[in-house]
């Protein structure tokens, strides 16, 4: 199965490190960061679950919940958490989906058999509070994430979602921003973007960026 951007993700009932989840109840109306690892008890993984668990802070200010799994069982989830909190010195506060039968691997399409033909690559999930798909990425198994790409991403998709417009590249929150050409009627875009904006050229306007 292939999920594309604006699919719903689909729903599961796993067990996990906090016990049985049903995912969609328990993502709730938040944004989900749904991410997979090839195992446990590897260097990579240990490193970005660190990472994960040092952003709680950022993720509850964006309403956003992370998620993480991999092909093993629960126990050893439990035990490998303990690793994880002495090495990085953090508390893992997220659940990690024990996918122990590889049915959440094949509905989200985390195994790739030319990495692996067991163990998930690094799968990255960004599902809205309507449970839409809104960014997928692929990683290789010998590359480590970057958390602050996916706190990026999140930042530009709820702006974007709330204002009518879009993010230029390398964006980063507080940045100008772009009015989509969609846009047109001068009254419009004066109701819309009262602090005026730039043309470059006329099908690139940049505006500095609303309030949230």
Request: proline share 7%; aromatic share 8%.
């Amino acid at each position: 199965m292939t999920l594309r951007l604006g699919d719903i993700a689909p729903d599961f009932e796993q067990d996990s490190s906090i016990g049985k989840i049903k995912f969609h109840q328990w993502a709730g109306d938040s944004w989900i960061v749904l991410f997979s690892h090839p195992a446990d008890f590897t260097p990579v993984c240990t490193t970005e679950l660190g990472l994960t668990a040092k952003l709680k802070a950022e993720f509850d200010k964006r309403n956003v919940k992370a998620i993480a799994l991999s092909v093993d069982p629960a126990d050893k989830h439990l035990e490998w958490i303990k690793d994880i909190e002495a090495t990085q010195k953090t508390v893992v506060g997220f659940p990690i989906v024990a996918d122990a039968d590889k049915s959440v691997a094949t509905l989200y399409d985390m195994i790739h058999p030319n990495q692996s033909a067991t163990a998930t690559v690094r799968s990255v999930f960004i599902i809205d509070p309507q449970k839409k798909v809104r960014l997928t990425l692929t990683y290789p198994m010998s590359v480590g994430r970057n958390f602050d790409e996916i706190l990026r991403v999140i930042d530009a998709l709820q702006l974007t979602d709330s204002h009518t417009v879009a993010t230029p590249g390398n964006w980063r929150d507080g940045d100008d921003v772009i009015i989509p050409l969609t846009i047109q009627d001068e009254e419009v875009i004066k109701q819309k973007f009262p602090k005026g904006y730039k043309a470059e050229r006329p099908y690139l306007r940049l505006t500095p960026q609303p309030n949230k």
